[in-house]
């Protein structure tokens, strides 16, 4: 099977569905259902997640100082689809496959917003769709402002 | 567990309050169990200092996620086909999220009967963070 494995265990589920405050017992157990959106924890397997901290790789956060904000590091998440071709349990595992899809520009208040496509497509071992996930970016243009006014 | 089309009518409404004062620590829960550690979302000294914000803020994923509860605990975790939204702000600690489902309408597919519904969750000022469409199946 190609694609970046991401076992599905029921012990993640469990800690997913309590992070985001949810208890419905079809979460929970051996055979757990995966909540909606779970299919985003599995940048716990991308050996190259960069918004995980590596032993022997700088971070970028704060230590002894402030930490760096990358550059282009302002991105947001402005959208997030799914859709369902089948329910996710535990004990089985998909195959995650990355596209990127169209990108975009708007003007923004402070100067132009550049918008972006990942799409990510999780099969299962018999290369069936299960879950097709789409993400939007959006990253100012040009050098990271302050952002006072965000509130 | 789904529902039928004689359970549901276009107009009505399911309203939960998601999170009633966000706390840090909820957050920290989400990057844990998701794998998104972002320094934005937990780290105070990197949000204010390094990143310009006037503070960390949940992961627009969080306010997804919880969103997601109002439309399970409708019609079932196996029923859906669909879930997508937009960030339109910035969810705080300190925030107290409500989320608002809404029958659009009811289709009659090949596949059998499915049922659009509108999403909104909005903070304690009623301001919109999310925004919002999904679909599920209903029974035969």
Known sequence: ?151 | MSLSPDDIKVGETRESVLVDDLKRTRIVQYAGASGDFNPLHTDERFAVEAAGYPGVFAHGMLTMGMTGRVLTDWVGPESLLRFGVRFKAQVWPGDTLTATATVESVEETPAGPVAHFSLRTLNQDGAEVVTGTAAARLEQ
């Open chain 1, 1 to 151: 099977m190609t694609g970046q494995s991401f076992p599905v265990e029921a012990g993640h589920i469990l800690m997913f569905a309590r992070a985001i405050g949810d208890e419905n017992p079809a979460y929970q157990g051996e055979t757990a259902l995966a909540p909606p959106t779970f299919t985003m924890a599995s940048a716990h397997h991308d050996p190259d997640y960069h918004l995980r901290p590596k032993p022997g790789e700088e971070w970028f956060g704060s230590g002894a100082g402030p930490g760096v904000m990358a550059e282009g590091g302002g991105g947001l998440h402005a959208e997030q689809h799914f859709e369902y071709h089948r329910p996710v349990r535990a004990g089985e595992t998909l195959y995650a496959h990355f596209t990127l899809g169209r990108s975009w520009e708007k003007q923004g208040r402070s100067g132009r917003l550049l918008f972006s496509e990942r799409i990510t497509e999780y099969r299962d071992a018999d290369g069936e769709p299960v879950v097709s996930a789409k993400t939007v970016a959006v990253v100012p243009e040009g050098p990271a402002t302050r952002k006072e006014d965000a509130r």
